[in-house]
Every structure is written in structure tokens, then in C-alpha cells.
């Protein structure tokens, strides 16, 4: 959401007639806006950080702004001004359309411009957007939350659920499949929660299957669904809608169930593990990830050995992983019994070592399958090798392949057997067996020539602070939720 949310900032500053800086050259931008999270303590510490940072920067040139948005900013407010003076402009996360406004008005009036709406002003997927990728694109499908999670300030700070119209959202995807986007992930706090405010339970099902009847949109992913509100016609529509991907990241956030009692979590692990069993039955290949917090107040050693029988049954193909993170205005922070730091490290350690064998051995069954890749656009290869390319497959793996003899462009589709399987990443050596050039490809190669020709203008500095990655790796910004 919150690397959406940096896509629409692009856009409206872009479309305010801003020129995007090159990568890396915030001290040199004449605006700089920072996107926050709040969700762990250590987003608060690099914004303040990096602010610090750029203050010389700023005194020793006129007329350079530093804005700040999103969740901390909707959090803190007035804070940031105090703390960093030298702030043109804290927005909030229900009013980013307001960003262009809010600059211009703090260069004519010379003073900070602090403004925080209470509610949401418009939907995030209506505004403009500059897409990081060419192939790939979010589309929320709501905003909010209705749950009330002891150790989340996420509802707090982005209010409660609103739906977006289904027709709007379905347009939009037509829209972004017209432009040349072959792969669309759907965005919501609680995606299948979908529909609930006008009573149809079905809601998110019947969109899934919706966006199986778009023609020339190949892959659809979600995130994230709540365990409370998964329901078996959302399994049915998963495997009987082709390009909805065998792929699914469901948060469990601990195995104990006093533990999960103590979250607020509405679910216990009978309920939790009952849909991992039926995803499976209905998707056998399906690749399934989580979130799991360690250390939350008052977990005892025998509720964190339920936690690992959790992951031991389910068998993840990736976690996120976390340490509590105490975040004032959460229940959860005066909670008694706050599990001492040593206990949260120690306990980390082995879920981690175990997440990684389940991993690794999850993996090593991939080995000998033939999977279809969609090419990646700057995804990292683990060795450095110029000869190889990435993919992601149709569960998300990623999957590093050997690069063809002929031209090959992100969001083409390859075919590769896999050879070698490590924790993290799938390795295809040798040819290449079919290739597909793509109208994705296409549109990243027309959106690749255009990078030539810029336009002058006012350079914009886009660092995100807190922005968790769209897939899921084994550390994260914090909350099953974000």
C-alpha cells in the first residue's frame, strides 16, 4: 500500500509538471518527499534520520522543499514540524491528492504547511500515477480497516474500511490491461473483507472471478486476506479462475491461541490450519507465505513452541518474520508482562532457522518442474551473474534463469526447468526452453525509449520510508496488516 501510495505522489507531482530526480540524488532534488510507515519504532528513527540529513543540504540551497505523508505523518502531525523546523509540508494519509497544493502554498507563504484530513478525501487509485513497473500494476480495492488488532496503529491512522465500486475497480484493471499491464495485484488492509459494508460476503470472490474475464490481463495476485473473513467460495474462485495465481499470503501472526486471543486476532489455529488444508486440497502447488510477530506480551515459551507447530504443519514458502515492536496508542503497549529483549532475540533466531529449512526443503521440490516465468525488471541475482535474468513464477517464486541468445524484455513470458533450489531463490541453468514476447514487454520497452527524452523541470526526490517490498522475504516492515 504504501509503495501505491508513492506511485500516486509520483504521478501528482509529475502531472504538476515536477520532473522525477535520478536515482540516489535526494540532497540534489528541489523537492524531496517522504512516504512513512508506522507501523515499528525503526520507521520513526530513519525518517528523523534521514531529515537530519538533508537539513545542511537544504540551508545551503533556496527554495529546496522536504515534504512528509503517509502513516507517521497522519500519526505525529504537528511533531514533525517541531522536531525538523526545516519541513515545508506534513500531509496525511487520507489527503496525499493535496501534496502539489500544500508545496506551492509553502513557497509563496514561506512557512510550513501542516495539513492532516480526518477522513478520506479521495480514493488512491483515482489519482494520477507514475507505475514503477510497465508490466505490473496495484490497484486497491479498498482502504481502512475495521479490525482492531492490539499491536497495530494502522487502523488508527487509515480509518475504516471503504469499499471501492466494483465497476471502478474492474475499469480500471481494463484501463492498465490496455495500457500494456499483463499483471495486477489487488490491495486492501483485509482484501477479503471486500463487500462488507453492503452485506454480500461473496463480494470478493465474485471480483476475483470477474478479473478471470478480462481479456489480456494473465496474472491477478491479492493481498492481504485475514483468516477471520476466508471463506471456501474465495478457495473455488482461487482455482477455477486461471490467472488468478496459485499463490497466497495470509498473516498468521502467532500459533498460540491465548496469544492470538490477546491480539484481538478472530480466528484460533484450528481455524487457521482448516485453511491452509483446504487451500491445498483445492491448489496443490500453491505457494503460501505469512507474518508472524515473536515476542508479543505475555507470550510464554509453550505459546512460541505452538507457533512453530504452526509452521511446521503449515510449511511456508516464506515468512516475514518480526520482533514485537511496542507502537504507542496501541493497546498492546501497556500491556503487562512486555517479553524482555533477550527472549524476543533468542526466540526470532530459531523461528527464523526453522522457517529457513522449511523454505529451503519447499524449494528443493521445485527442482525438475518446468515453470513459467514473467521477467523481472530489476530484481536482484544472488551471485551477481551478468549471464542470468529473473523471473517471478506463477506462486511468486523467484527464479533466476540463464539468459537467452535472444532479446528477452521484463514482462515477456520464458519457460524454463528448474535445476537448483536454494532458501530464498530457484536457479534454471541452461537453454531457455520457449519464450513469449508480450504487449507487457512492449510496453516496457516504449516506456524504456521515453527515458531518453525528459522534459526540464523541478527535479523531485522520492526516497520511501518504511515501504514494505510487494513480495514477501523473510524481514519486513512489521504488521500482518500493512
Known sequence: MNVHDSERLSG??????????????????????????AVRENADNRLYGNLGRLAPKKASRPGMQIAVGGCLAQKDQDTIVKKAPWVDVVFGTHNIGKLPILLERARVQEEAQVEIAESLEAFPSTLPTRRESAYAAWVSISVGCNNTCTFCIVPALRGKEKDRRTGDILAEIEALVGEGVSEITLLGQNVNAYGSDIGDREAFSKLLRACGRIEGLERVRFTSPHPRDFTDDVIAAMAETPNVMPQLHMPLQSGSDPVLKAMRRSYRQDRYLGIIEKVRAAIPHAAITTDIIVGFPGETEEDFEQTLHVVREARFSQAFTFQYSKRPGTPAATMENQIPKEVVQARYERLVALQEEISWEENKKQVGRTLELMVAEGEGRKDGATHRLSGRAPDNRLVHFTKPDQEV??????????????????????????????????????????????????????????????????????????
Open 12 to 37: 501528482l507531482l509529475e502531472e504538476a509538471g515536477y520532473v522525477r530526480a535520478p536515482e540516489g540524488s535526494d540532497g540534489d532534488a528541489d523537492v524531496v518527499v517522504f512516504n512513512t510507515c
Open 409 to 482: 524484455r521484463p514482462g515477456d513470458v520464458v519457460t524454463v526447468g528448474i535445476t537448483y533450489a536454494a532458501p530464498h531463490h530457484l536457479l534454471a541453468e541452461g537453454a531457455v526452453l520457449d519464450m513469449r514476447r508480450t504487449r507487457a514487454g512492449d510496453a516496457w520497452e516504449k516506456r524504456n525509449a521515453e527515458k531518453t527524452a525528459k522534459p526540464a523541470g523541478v527535479m523531485l526526490g522520492l526516497p520511501r520510508i518504511g515501504a514494505p517490498a510487494p513480495q514477501p522475504v523473510p524481514t519486513g516492515s512489521g504488521c500482518g496488516c500493512d
